[in-house]
């Protein structure tokens, strides 16, 4: 097996796909007894020690990246990666965060990520300071499971259409404030807006959105609640819902975007999903 690591590692890139006329590549890494794959958005002239951004995909997805994440990625300064998750057995790649399917998995994603990132910030010389981690569905998912079990990991953490299961709520206790911000549309039927505690759904128990993202906010002792209403980008008739939980002793603060009559999706029709995250993110860089 170690041979046939240090086999594939010799090529580093192996495949590249154009996205809004640059070149993403994909690379493997050895973790474990396994090879893992992921690929690098990376502007021209990106500076050494710039932040970077990890996109987590959602369960079997085959949108493996974003390229609104990567023209915002252009204009800022930051690369982005898009890790490829495990399959389970059903074959399925993601990441575990307690679906049925997954209980043979046999990964720490906290461990992984953690060497994901060093692999990542030490190859391209990316700050490790000024990571952060954003995610569509089961990519959703492992942020809340990350924020509870690994805060410090990343700087902060945006989950879109994402869920925190009752099993990470009751069981881990967030043991330091972390940032956090949730974009979900309230017609979501996949991961429901209104929680799923019977599991109807087949995906595991998980609490309602509101309840998620205000045990967050309650957890980073947040004093302050405001909300603002505009409407979507495609239609003037339906709202989205912002809530800004804020004034925490630490300055991080916790918000929620709720998207009226939005399905399960990445919500680019309804916000400039990609902006979003990135403001949040851009708040809590860290300078020298």
Not at 159 to 177: D, H, I, K
Not at 206 to 211: A, R, T
Request: hydrophobic fraction near 35%.
């Amino acid at each position: 097996m170690k041979k046939l690591i240090l086999t594939l590692l010799g090529a580093a890139a192996f495949f590249t796909c154009n996205a809004e006329n640059k070149e993403i590549k994909k690379y493997e890494f050895a973790y474990g007894d396994t090879v893992r794959t992921y690929a690098m958005y990376l502007p021209k002239n990106l500076k050494a020690d710039a932040p970077l951004v990890v996109y987590t995909h959602g369960y079997g997805s085959k949108t493996r990246w974003r390229t609104g994440l990567n023209a915002t990625a252009e204009r800022e300064g930051f690369a982005v990666c898009y890790p490829d998750g495990a399959p389970d057995s059903r074959g399925k790649d993601g990441w575990k965060v307690g679906y049925p399917p997954q209980e043979s998995m046999k990964i720490d994603e906290a461990d992984f990520f953690a060497k994901l990132k060093e692999e990542v910030c030490s190859r391209f010389n990316l700050s490790r300071k000024n990571s952060f981690m954003t995610g569509m569905s089961n990519g959703g998912d492992l942020c809340y499971q990350l924020a509870f079990t690994a805060p410090g990991l990343f700087r902060a953490y945006a989950s879109v259409a994402g869920l925190l299961f009752e099993c990470t709520y009751l069981n881990n206790p967030l043991p330091q404030p972390v940032p956090f911000i949730e974009i979900h549309g309230d017609a979501d039927k996949t991961s429901m807006w209104e929680g799923d505690h019977e599991n109807t759904g087949g995906w595991g128990a998980y609490i309602p959105v509101p309840l998620a993202v205000s045990t967050m906010a309650t957890a980073n002792r947040c004093c302050s609640m405001r909300t603002e209403t505009f409407p979507t980008l495609t239609d003037s008739t339906r709202m989205v819902t912002r809530t800004i939980y804020s004034d925490s002793p630490s300055g991080y603060d916790v918000e929620v975007y709720k998207v009226e009559g939005a399905p399960h999706s990445w919500h680019v029709k309804d916000v400039e999903t990609h902006e979003v995250v990135w403001r949040f993110f851009s708040r809590y860089l860290h300078t020298k």
